[in-house]
């Protein structure tokens, strides 16, 4: 698959050609599948929600998202990580709410995620620290998505931003920092 295509459909779809919405769905189903399977690896095995599943119901989402003028490929995959992010928080959120809370799933963060200790960290948590980044700096927020829930290279970050390389690396090492902490503090208030 060349990016250019998906990029030219993605365009041919803002303009309103219905043909080109079939033609996508195999274009991207192979990378959307793989975000998919990253993710549902970190969970708890015997997990309800499949890879296909979490696929299909972003794949769902993205296409309603009709009055986005999608600029690249870049930017569809960032908007899927979102989605997907919250796809599976809500999956937690609706299980810890039938386990009231004592089946709150720790997923792992690798050292190009979050942290480099190898610690896990609930996605309940972590999606709720990076609400609080949001509210404090909403471009170190978006770089931990795209990074962490649609696994972009630091470059189709820069690139989705429309900032610089040395910006995003930048924001990402404070952003991380400020999340460890933030992780940090939750476990301890929890224990």
Same mark, same amino acid.
């Given at each position: 698959?060349? *990016?250019?295509?998906?990029?030219?459909?993605? %365009?041919?779809?803002?303009?309103?050609?219905?043909? !080109?919405?079939?033609?996508?769905?195999?274009? $991207?189903?192979? @990378? =959307?599948?793989?975000?998919?399977?990253?993710?549902? *690896?970190? #969970?708890?095995?015997?997990?309800?929600?499949?890879?296909?599943?979490?696929?299909?119901?972003?794949?769902?989402?993205?296409?309603?998202?009709?009055? $986005?003028?999608?600029?690249?490929?870049?930017?569809?995959?960032?908007?899927?990580?979102?989605?997907?992010?919250? $796809?599976?928080?809500?999956?937690?959120?609706?299980?810890?709410?039938?386990?009231?809370?004592?089946?709150?799933? *720790?997923?792992?963060? &690798? !050292?190009?995620?979050?942290?480099?200790?190898?610690?896990?960290?609930?996605?309940?948590?972590?999606?709720?620290?990076?609400?609080? =980044? @949001?509210?404090?700096? !909403?471009?170190? %927020?978006?770089? +931990?998505?795209?990074?962490?829930?649609?696994?972009?290279?630091?470059? #189709? +970050?820069?690139?989705?931003?429309? +900032? %610089?390389?040395?910006? +995003?690396?930048?924001?990402?090492?404070?952003?991380?920092?400020?999340?460890?902490?933030?992780?940090?503090? &939750?476990?301890?208030?929890?224990?």
């Amino acid at each position: 698959m060349q *990016r250019h295509d998906v990029t030219q459909i993605l %365009s041919d779809m803002h303009g309103g050609d219905r043909e !080109s919405l079939e033609k996508l769905l195999p274009m $991207i189903y192979d @990378e =959307l599948h793989a975000l998919a399977q990253a993710q549902l *690896r970190q #969970e708890r095995p015997g997990h309800t929600l499949q890879a296909t599943a979490l696929v299909n119901e972003a794949y769902l989402k993205l296409i309603e998202l009709k009055h $986005i003028k999608w600029e690249g490929r870049a930017h569809f995959f960032g908007a899927a990580a979102r989605i997907i992010r919250r $796809i599976l928080v809500d999956h937690a959120r609706g299980r810890d709410r039938l386990k009231r809370g004592g089946d709150r799933k *720790r997923i792992p963060l &690798d !050292s190009s995620a979050i942290q480099d200790d190898g610690k896990s960290v609930d996605l309940i948590a972590l999606h709720e620290a990076l609400e609080k =980044l @949001e509210a404090l700096d !909403s471009r170190q %927020s978006k770089i +931990v998505e795209l990074r962490f829930f649609g696994g972009l290279s630091m470059k #189709e +970050v820069a690139d989705v931003l429309g +900032v %610089s390389l040395r910006t +995003v690396e930048g924001d990402w090492t404070m952003a991380r920092a400020w999340l460890m902490k933030q992780l940090a503090e &939750d476990t301890k208030g929890a224990e």
